[in-house]
């Protein structure tokens, strides 16, 4: 079991920053890759970011590319999302997942089935 846990969530105004961050604990020697999703109200969640935990490649939805960026850091078993030039439609509870098993390719990565384990989510509020 590995069980990722988020914070940094908030309210910002839009063109603002935030720094997510996820922390796993448990078995997180398991852990092959890790990803940020987000769900705004009344809508589906959607793929934000991920990021491979040993090789460091990234995926981007494109929503966020040029805005957002994932990194990690293995010694902390964490992995954070800074979020750039915010806008109103960034707004949503943003989690956490990490997958145990491997992703051969890269779309495995914007895939919620290739996740195991998720966190209980961070809300972002961006006010115009």
């Known amino acids: 079991q590995v069980h990722p846990v988020e914070s940094g969530g908030g309210l910002v105004q839009a063109g603002g920053s935030l720094r997510l961050s996820c922390a796993a604990s448990?078995?997180?020697?398991?852990?092959?890759?890790m990803g940020w999703f987000r769900q705004a109200p009344g809508k589906e969640r959607d793929f934000v970011a991920a990021?491979?935990?040993?090789?460091?490649?990234?995926y981007y939805a494109d929503s966020v590319k040029g805005r957002f960026t994932i990194s990690r850091d293995n010694a902390k078993n964490t992995v954070y999302l800074q979020m750039n030039s915010l806008k109103p439609e960034d707004t949503a509870v943003y989690y956490c997942?990490?997958?145990?098993?491997?992703?051969?390719?890269?779309?495995?990565?914007?895939?919620?089935?290739?996740?195991?384990?998720w966190g209980q989510g961070t809300q972002v509020t961006v006010s115009s």
């Open positions: 448990g078995r997180t020697f398991n852990i092959y890759a």
């Open positions: 990021i491979n935990w040993s090789g460091g490649s990234t």
């Open positions: 997942a990490a997958g145990s098993r491997p992703f051969y390719s890269g779309s495995y990565y914007n895939r919620q089935a290739s996740y195991d384990y």
